[in-house]
């Protein structure tokens, strides 16, 4: 459960700490005090969406900080993230909002995502909001709450499996189908294309080699005469000496010396090293020269076979390597069009294997729908009946999906709610005839009714007695105590039935100091919670009446509870 809420910065409130009991709480106040920020704040610090505009104006950040206790065993996928509770079972929560937008998330000290503390939070908080119940308007809800209450995730999770494996087979099929003169067409385009491109023989590599080639013999006279150059500087003439040669007399002249003395001798090796070494690149110098030597018209036909690659890369991509694999795809495209009929018989076998697979699939989950179906109808009259809605008819309708394969991602079921708000009427969609407090009534009886499938410990109302009055507030409240026996619940409410149910009753309060707006929050006692509820009631003035009103309001509440 949600011990306790820290707040900082958070629009109006600059500092708060609010200590959640067990059981109902309650927070009243008047409108715009400040009551649903305070739900903002757990929505924040359980990771949902927030806005920086939260930010109280002046502020670097706002904070807020939430602590849970008594954590049941939480997901193995949180579990391997390492978002676990502490040895005593609790966990601390703490999101900081920037002005920039950026979030610093933690939990129990530990640096997390926002997306991981949403997780967590999902886990923990379960808030239903003031504009829930307008989901029961939109009925391609309906089969998600159905899945939530029929627990149908695995079935629905195996079904979805093989209805993409089906989707697949479709877009394979539909790509290899097309009109005889569209596929004459695009034959004869790829036969000319994969043509070109053979008769090219493009080879990896060749273009680099083309262009050294080409810088080689453009420059050919200047290298020639380069290496010539360096060979008559090593290797001389009959006119004169070249280095070679030199060399070869200053070995001889150490030769005459041999063994007389061992410095000299280590210099005439050092300078035969030097001799074989400017021979060999005297020869190496004269080889080069000769390369350089090209026959009349090879520069032109370099030049044209770099042409036809520019133009080719113009057409099938960007080098040699890229048109050789638009040479491959195009290849394989030739042959799935020219073999289309064999493969679209051999795609529409297993299309038919994957439909089959996919309709048994859609079946089991469609059994497990209805079955939960009918469990559903009965949980949620038999919570209207204890929500003063004893004679409203509910109906969970099936129709088929109305396509070629009778299927869709969610399987082969249409779903939606049907309601009678009063004896002799016709089912009819929820949307058409429902009033405002119907609606919040139906959408609390099925939220506690899919709250007891999930193991999340807090359930937040926030002004969900929207369009309720009278005896049927007085229901709510009581469905609301019942609900609070086994789990946490905190609710913002107008309704003084509401707030007297509550076992901690917290007042939000707007005031001003130093000229600045702000809000707290305090835990009220009996007679504080009295005089409220005689302002719930009665508005400003409050009298006696309305006060001895309270006090049997509080009274009924306490024996109401003591019952269950």
Known sequence: MLSVLHIENIAVIESADILFGPGFNALTGETGAGKSIVVDAMSAV??????????????????????????????????????????????????????????????????????????????????????????????GCHLEY???????????????AAYEALAE???????????????????DTLQFQINELERADLAVGEEEALNERRDILRNAADLAQAAQGAHFALSGDEDSAGAVALLMEAERALEAVAGVSVGLDELRERLTDCRCQAQDVADAARDQAGSFEFEPGELDQLEGRLDLLYRLKKKYGGSVEEMLDYLDRSR??????????????????????????????????????????????????????????????????????????GLNADGMDAVRFLMSANVGEDLKPIQKIASGGELARIMLALKNVLAENDDVGTLVFDEVDTGVSGRAAQKVAEKLAQVARHKQVLCVTHLPQLAAMADVHFSVEKGEKNGRTFTAVEVLDRSRRQAELARLTSGERVGQAALDGAGELLDGAEAYKKSL
């Not at 003169?181 to 695009?186: G, L, M, Q, T």
């Not at 051999?346 to 996919?358: C, N």
């Open 169 to 187: 087979l479709d877009r394979k099929i539909s790509s290899l189908r097309m009109d005889e003169s569209e596929k004459a067409r695009r034959v």
């Open 146 to 160: 159905l899945d939530r209450f029929g627990e149908t995730g695995k079935s629905l999770e195996a079904y979805r």
């Open 46 to 139: 359980t990771g949902e969406r927030t806005s920086r505009e939260l930010i109280r104006t002046g502020a670097k950040s706002a904070l807020v900080t939430g602590a849970f206790t008594a954590v049941k065993a939480l997901p193995p996928f949180l579990a391997e993230s390492g978002l676990v509770p502490d040895e005593n079972g609790e966990l601390l929560l703490q999101r900081e909002i920037m002005p920039d937008g950026k979030n610093l998330c933690r939990v129990n000290g530990r640096p997390v995502t926002v997306a991981q503390l949403k997780a967590l939070g999902r886990q923990l908080l379960n808030i239903h909001g003031q504009h829930d119940g307008q989901q029961l308007l939109d009925e």
């Open 332 to 405: 394989r495209e030739l042959d799935e069009i020219q073999f289309a009929d064999d493969a679209l018989l051999r795609l529409e076998q297993e299309r038919e294997k994957a439909l089959g697979e996919a309709k048994t699939l859609a079946k089991t989950l469609s059994e497990e729908r209805k079955e939960a179906g009918e469990a559903l109808e009965e949980r949620i009259q038999s919570e209207l009946a204890q929500l003063d809605m004893p004679r409203v008819r509910f109906r969970v309708e099936f129709c088929p999906v109305e396509n070629e394969n």
